[in-house]
């Protein structure tokens, strides 16, 4: 059975561009969720979709979005791209939402130059 | 919000020894607590968790423990081996409130283990 799996492995942007991040769940999952691990930082929660819909959302800024899709793939938007937005984005999947177990892909390594 | 302490930052033991790793969480609505591994460049794997409704969990030379009253739970490996070494991180869930479905982390606690 295939893990989480995201794309691309490694993205560069500079400052004030739009960066897309894209990430598929494991067969069957249906709630994808969004975390950013800054450098020497813990994992911060980002998004959680589940059936289509936007069910909880961090403590970030509005230029931080995403959507899923029908086949329960996700897609994270990072808008006006700031240096400190230079992290690595982690992506999880769990069959049902909330309070199960939490698969994560390998994440996306943003540099914001 | 929850909030998750864990400590220590930083842990350095020999092989064979045990290691105990402690976090604390603010928020007693939260029910669900697992603990992932992540070697150096590679994905968070979850390695054990365990639920409100449970003080204890084993499995292998992995426990975890509980104490829904202090808000803090702690995971214990036994037999340290050279390739336990990782960052472990403990998390926090709830299964509703303004928290749902998200993880908490505590920031990790980096786990060496000499040979």
């Known amino acids: 059975e295939a893990g989480v799996t995201q794309s691309p492995t490694h993205l560069i942007k500079t400052r004030g561009q739009q960066a897309t991040l894209r990430c598929s769940p494991i067969?069957?999952?249906?709630?994808v969720y969004w975390y950013q691990q800054a450098l020497g930082l813990g994992l911060q929660f980002l998004l959680w979709?589940?059936?289509?819909?936007?069910?909880n959302r961090g403590n970030f800024p509005p230029r931080f979005s995403g959507r899923q899709f029908p086949n329960y793939s996700s897609e994270l938007n990072v808008n006006a791209l700031e240096l400190e937005d230079s992290a690595l984005y982690l992506c999880?999947?769990?069959?049902?939402?909330?309070?199960?177990?939490?698969?994560f892909g390998a994440g996306t390594r943003l540099s914001v130059l | 919000g929850e909030n998750v302490e864990q400590h220590p930052s930083t842990l350095s033991v020999q092989e064979g020894d045990s290691a105990v790793i402690k976090c604390t969480y603010s928020?007693?609505?939260?029910?669900?607590f697992p603990w992932y591994k992540q070697e150096l460049g590679k994905r968070p794997q979850l390695i054990i968790d365990?639920?409100?409704?449970?003080g204890e969990k084993k499995d292998q030379r992995i426990a975890v423990t509980l104490n829904k009253t202090a808000k803090h739970f702690s995971l214990h490996i036994t037999e340290t081996q050279p390739e336990d070494s990782a960052v472990y991180f403990c998390?926090?869930?709830?299964?509703?409130?303004?928290?749902?479905?998200?993880?908490?982390f505590g920031q990790g606690t980096i786990l060496t283990v000499h040979p």
């Open positions: 999880a999947s769990s069959l049902y939402g909330g309070g199960y177990i939490q698969y």
């Open positions: 067969s069957g999952h249906t709630s």
């Open positions: 979709y589940d059936e289509g819909e936007e069910r």
């Open positions: 928020d007693s609505a939260s029910n669900y």
């Open positions: 365990i639920r409100s409704n449970v």
């Open positions: 998390a926090a869930s709830q299964g509703g409130g303004t928290s749902y479905g998200k993880l908490t």
